[in-house]
């Protein structure tokens, strides 16, 4: 099975089955966001646990690259600290921008690796960023950072 391949099979399963999609009962910020090319729309929130880890809540609908990626979001962000949160954020949102060249760190990125294939197309990038950056302004409103520096 090639590289490719692979990060397919991973985006496609987290987009059959998403990993803590819902949304929490008490969050600390909450940030809506849609798509307007394509009508994508997620809602993320944000809590912390009694250790000051970061609990992550989302609902939406759209493409398979949008849902997954609010999966793997969901899947790496929760019970990290917020400086680690950010630092996964950040990573992403690099990959993101790269149009599919340079090496991502698998180590910070996990699974979101898969998306390094998404970058090629400007017009995915916007699906797969959907949630980072409803993530970011749900940590705004919650007072957990001050700015989205890094976007």
Request: proline content about 3%.
């Amino acid at each position: 099975m090639d590289l490719e391949s692979l990060y397919q099979d991973i985006i496609l399963d987290h987009y059959k089955h998403p990993r803590g999609k819902g949304l929490l009962n008490k969050p600390l910020g909450s940030a809506f966001h849609v798509n307007p090319t394509c009508g994508d729309e997620i809602t993320v929130q944000v809590n912390r646990d009694a250790e000051g880890g970061l609990i992550i809540g989302y609902d939406g609908q759209g493409c398979s690259i949008s849902q997954a990626s609010a999966s793997v979001l969901v899947e790496l962000i929760t019970g990290e600290s917020i400086e680690r949160s950010e630092v996964i954020r950040k990573a992403f949102l690099e990959l993101m921008h790269a149009q599919g060249v340079g090496e991502p760190d698998e180590d910070v990125l996990g699974d979101a690796i898969a998306f390094a294939g998404v970058a090629k197309f400007p017009a995915r990038v916007k699906c797969a960023l959907l949630s980072w950056m409803a993530l970011q302004d749900a940590e705004i409103q919650a007072g957990l950072i001050t700015t989205g520096e890094g976007a």
